[in-house]
């Protein structure tokens, strides 16, 4: 069964760039899925970040358009997130997720999420 | 702010049945999804689709959907059935995902 592992550093600071990766396993970054992140703030809701397929083709949270970036590498079958220009706020666990159903976008499974504080 | 509307919190007595709502515009073009997220933890997708189950997910958790409205059921709760419940879908254009605010239920 698929399972999805997120890595990246747990601290960055403010103004600089976030970087995570999620490496999938038990199954292709090419199958017929979308691949997608989602952050969860200390405490609070969940939120869609964007979403890509292996072709490249991806779908961003409009708030977060302008500083995110998911990219996949196929030969190490694992995807990517950049988000730029962090502040305290994008401090949240991080979690990726395969997309089983597109049309309504349905995630399963996630990873089990790591948590990214933005602080000097 | 979310397209998804969902209480913030809801309580049932042990052994009873909750309904768990969820209203948005694109719920009327989408079905949404469902997930339980306890404490610590991943969440976990409980229902999808017009109303299935994956695989492992007990027979007491049911959805339904009728015009802006999506609905989890949880019929005989049980104590480890306490967690927070997330709704999601699509958006309006269909281009995006968006969470429900999360309902946290109570097994009381």
């Known amino acids: 069964q698929v399972q999805l592992q997120e890595s990246g550093p747990g601290l960055v600071k403010p103004s600089g760039t976030l970087s995570l990766t999620c490496a999938v396993s038990?199954?292709?970054?090419?199958?017929?899925?979308?691949w997608s992140w989602v952050r969860q703030p200390p405490g609070k809701g969940l939120e869609w970040i964007g979403e890509?397929?292996?072709?490249?083709?991806?779908n961003y949270n409009p708030s977060l358009k302008s500083r995110v970036t998911i990219s996949v590498d196929k030969s190490k079958n694992q995807f990517s997130l950049k988000l730029s220009s962090v502040t305290a706020a994008d401090t949240a666990v991080y979690y990726c997720?395969?997309?089983?159903?597109?049309?309504?976008?349905?995630?399963?499974?996630w990873g089990q999420g790591t948590l990214v504080t933005v602080s000097s | 702010s979310s397209e998804l509307t969902q209480d913030p919190a809801v309580s049932v007595a042990l052994g009873q049945t909750v309904r768990i709502t969820c209203q948005g515009d694109s719920l009327r073009s989408y079905y949404a999804s469902w997930y339980q997220q306890k404490p610590g933890q991943a969440p976990v997708l409980v229902i999808y689709?017009?109303?299935n189950r994956p695989s492992g997910i007990p027979d007491r958790f049911s959805g339904s959907s009728s015009g802006n409205t999506a609905s989890l059921t949880i019929t005989g709760a049980q104590a480890e059935d306490e967690a927070d419940y997330y709704c999601?879908?699509?958006?309006?254009?269909?281009?995006?995902?968006?969470f429900g605010g999360g309902t946290k239920l109570t097994v009381l």
């Open positions: 038990g199954g292709s970054i090419s199958s017929s899925n979308w």
């Open positions: 689709g017009k109303n």
């Open positions: 997720a395969r997309v089983v159903d597109v049309v309504v976008i349905t995630f399963d499974p």
């Open positions: 999601n879908s699509r958006d309006s254009s269909g281009n995006h995902g968006v």
């Open positions: 890509i397929y292996h072709s490249g083709s991806t």
